[in-house]
């Protein structure tokens, strides 16, 4: 074997190595093929929104050698879904490529298997979005992204990436969501009935879903007489309309120098400032420490 043979097949056995998953519907190690580009496919289930700029000056410079190879995985059926390199398989075919070199890894045939290897190739580059990663985490069936998913769709919510469409019926803060799923799921399902109400058929504003839940996870945990999403505090909080809301909520970040890891707090003691308005004294919600 030649000594240029024998280098490339110790890069190919390190980027296999690289690649190694530990997953049911994965079916034993990838292998190496040169493939017909028009054969392959693309889930849009999970792969991101493709970015014609950069696909447009890729095929301008089109290179083989930086090509590389794209991630592919093959079907029982015998088709092939690109797990990452969609955008380069875009070029390629606007360059007039008709071939390209695959490393190709035998699947279940389940799109959550797909989904689960993108998903995982992606977050060890860092290269994820928070909402394309919700995406994958939706069809490999993550918890608390499908618990989301239920609860935005029961509301009649559409999520949303940062963005995108900001009119309507819209939610584009998917980590606050994700992190409130996890973390307390009843609490999650209920600050966004009450968010969505407040919202009155318009977008659902991140402040809004990270305050409620905040503000209710605290009221939980010192046993306070009275839920934060209760009907009196709701009807409170809808009297005094989101702009009003919104500036006690970002008063309270400007006054109490909250830091990115308690601006929550901060903004929950906004809320909480609108609904003591009128209370006894002692029946007044104590504000939080942040």
Same mark, same amino acid.
């Given at each position: 074997m030649s000594r240029r043979?024998?280098?490339?097949?110790?890069?190919?056995?390190?980027?296999?190595?690289?690649?190694?998953?530990? #997953?049911?519907?994965?079916l034993g190690d990838p292998y190496y093929r040169v493939h017909k580009t028009n054969e392959l496919i693309v889930s849009r289930a999970y792969q991101r929104p493709l970015s014609q700029a950069w696909i447009n000056r890729t095929a301008k410079n089109w290179s083989d050698h930086l090509c590389g190879a794209i991630i592919v995985?093959?079907?029982?059926?015998?088709?092939?879904?690109?797990?990452d390199g969609q955008q380069r398989l875009e070029a390629a075919k606007i360059a007039?490529?008709?071939k390209i070199r695959c490393m190709i890894f035998l699947v279940d045939g389940k799109p959550a298997t797909e989904a689960h290897l993108f998903s995982k190739i992606n977050k060890e580059r860092t290269s994820l979005k928070p909402y394309d990663l919700y995406k994958s985490d939706l069809v490999t069936g993550v918890e608390d992204a499908v618990l989301v998913d239920d609860i935005c769709s029961k509301l009649d919510y559409e999520v949303m990436p940062k963005g995108g469409s900001t009119n309507g019926r819209s939610v584009i803060c998917i980590q606050k969501m994700r992190h409130w799923a996890k973390r307390d799921p009843q609490i999650f399902e209920d600050g966004m009935e009450v968010a969505a109400k407040l919202s009155d058929g318009k977008r659902i504003d991140?402040?809004?879903?990270?305050?409620?839940?905040?503000?209710? #996870?605290?009221?939980?945990?010192?046993?306070?007489?009275?839920?934060?999403?209760s009907t009196r505090n709701v009807t409170r909080l809808k009297r005094a309309g989101l702009t009003k809301v919104f500036q006690f909520m970002e008063?309270?970040?400007?006054?109490?120098?909250?830091?990115?890891?308690?601006?929550?707090?901060?903004?929950a003691n906004g809320l909480i400032r609108i609904l003591?308005?009128?209370?006894?004294?002692?029946n007044r919600i104590p504000l939080l420490q942040v």
């Amino acid at each position: 074997m030649s000594r240029r043979k024998k280098r490339k097949k110790q890069q190919q056995q390190q980027q296999a190595k690289e690649y190694e998953f530990n #997953h049911p519907g994965v079916l034993g190690d990838p292998y190496y093929r040169v493939h017909k580009t028009n054969e392959l496919i693309v889930s849009r289930a999970y792969q991101r929104p493709l970015s014609q700029a950069w696909i447009n000056r890729t095929a301008k410079n089109w290179s083989d050698h930086l090509c590389g190879a794209i991630i592919v995985a093959k079907r029982p059926n015998g088709k092939f879904y690109v797990i990452d390199g969609q955008q380069r398989l875009e070029a390629a075919k606007i360059a007039d490529v008709k071939k390209i070199r695959c490393m190709i890894f035998l699947v279940d045939g389940k799109p959550a298997t797909e989904a689960h290897l993108f998903s995982k190739i992606n977050k060890e580059r860092t290269s994820l979005k928070p909402y394309d990663l919700y995406k994958s985490d939706l069809v490999t069936g993550v918890e608390d992204a499908v618990l989301v998913d239920d609860i935005c769709s029961k509301l009649d919510y559409e999520v949303m990436p940062k963005g995108g469409s900001t009119n309507g019926r819209s939610v584009i803060c998917i980590q606050k969501m994700r992190h409130w799923a996890k973390r307390d799921p009843q609490i999650f399902e209920d600050g966004m009935e009450v968010a969505a109400k407040l919202s009155d058929g318009k977008r659902i504003d991140n402040r809004l879903v990270s305050g409620l839940c905040y503000l209710e #996870h605290n009221l939980k945990k010192v046993a306070w007489k009275e839920s934060a999403f209760s009907t009196r505090n709701v009807t409170r909080l809808k009297r005094a309309g989101l702009t009003k809301v919104f500036q006690f909520m970002e008063a309270a970040v400007m006054t109490e120098g909250a830091s990115a890891n308690n601006v929550p707090g901060a903004q929950a003691n906004g809320l909480i400032r609108i609904l003591n308005s009128g209370r006894r004294r002692d029946n007044r919600i104590p504000l939080l420490q942040v």
